[in-house]
């Protein structure tokens, strides 16, 4: 039903219960005029007429009796449901499915879902963590995040922090194998890689190289498709890895691991949440972007400074260097 019927109708049933098209345009919001070409267009489609009019009254005819009684109850359901969709709009419970990709947000989506599920219980999260980009309306999607931009068209993307690719070992790595001295040594030493659960495929090191990203393909001495075996990998001393810096930044901070070859961290690609339309977006999704943007966007703990990387380098090669000599 068009909504332009839907409020005809309302006002044939305002007027009858009234018995004054003038109260019932007042009751409906409606001017005087606006409510009268209601009701005549709704006579048009119907093809006959409603009301017995006066100068001072109005009344039903036989044929507005029945309608009334037809339409009144249908009217009723419809208002009701209006009423309980607007309601879930407002409502801060009920689903809200998430999607995002497996390989990196496993330590992201935690803390996030943690503060929002304690600040708003009734929302039910439903969270699918994925590297595959699948469709947003088949996937029934709230909100997502993805590394990159927006996967689909239509919808809007907010850059959350800076996704950093670093290059890391460990201490105990350095200390058996020493620190390439620049990206062409790197083959001379047990490097690790990341096949992409997507493609199946081997993904080579994307590094930094003056202002340009540039693919550096790597002899893997270990390939994984989890970055966070890949990082407990490094994390044991067995190679060398470009690990994301989700991943590694606490791990530096802590000493843990080293970071090398700094001035090629790459840092051009983002994390994003993206979601629907602002407009028409339950209350329970606006809350969670919220929470997110608040909790998230340039959230200095997966992201290490130019500084931080510069003096955990240096910091780390001369440890190395005294334990040789």
Request: glycine share 8%; with cysteine.
């Amino acid at each position: 039903m068009p909504i332009n019927e839907l409020r005809s109708i309302a006002t044939f049933v305002k007027t009858a219960e009234l018995g004054s098209l003038r109260q019932a345009a007042t009751a409906q919001g409606m001017t005087p005029q606006a409510a009268s070409q209601a009701l005549a267009q709704l006579e048009r489609h119907l093809g006959v007429r409603l009301f017995h009019r006066t100068t001072r009254s109005m009344s039903l005819t036989d044929a507005g009796r029945q309608f009334l009684e037809a339409a009144k109850p249908a009217l009723m359901g419809m208002q009701q449901a209006l009423r309980i969709a607007r309601q879930s709009q407002e409502d801060i419970a009920g689903p809200l499915r998430i999607v995002g990709p497996q390989s990196v947000f496993g330590a992201v989506i935690w803390p996030l879902l943690d503060a929002f599920c304690r600040r708003y219980p009734q929302v039910q999260p439903d969270v699918h963590l994925d590297d595959r980009i699948g469709n947003w309306v088949e996937d029934r999607v709230d909100v997502g995040f993805r590394i990159g931009p927006s996967p689909a068209e239509g919808v809007i993307a907010r850059r959350l922090f800076s996704l950093q690719l670093i290059i890391c070992a460990a201490p105990s790595y350095l200390r058996r194998h020493g620190a390439p001295e620049g990206l062409e040594s790197l083959a001379e030493h047990r490097c690790s890689a990341f096949r992409s659960s997507g493609t199946g495929q081997v993904l080579p090191w994307f590094v930094k190289v003056g202002e340009v990203l540039t693919e550096l393909p790597v002899f893997p001495a270990l390939t994984v498709n989890d970055e966070g075996l890949e990082t407990e990998a490094v994390l044991a001393g067995h190679a060398i890895g470009l690990l994301t810096g989700v991943a590694a930044a606490p791990h530096i901070r802590s000493g843990r691991l080293v970071p090398l070859l700094v001035e090629h961290v790459a840092d051009k690609s983002g994390v994003f949440v993206y979601y629907g339309s602002r407009a028409a977006q339950p209350a329970r999704v606006r809350a969670f972007i919220d929470v997110a943007i608040e909790l998230l966007a340039d959230n200095p703990a997966f992201v290490l400074t130019a500084e931080e990387l510069r003096s955990a380098e240096a910091q780390g090669r001369e440890a190395a260097r005294g334990k040789d000599s």
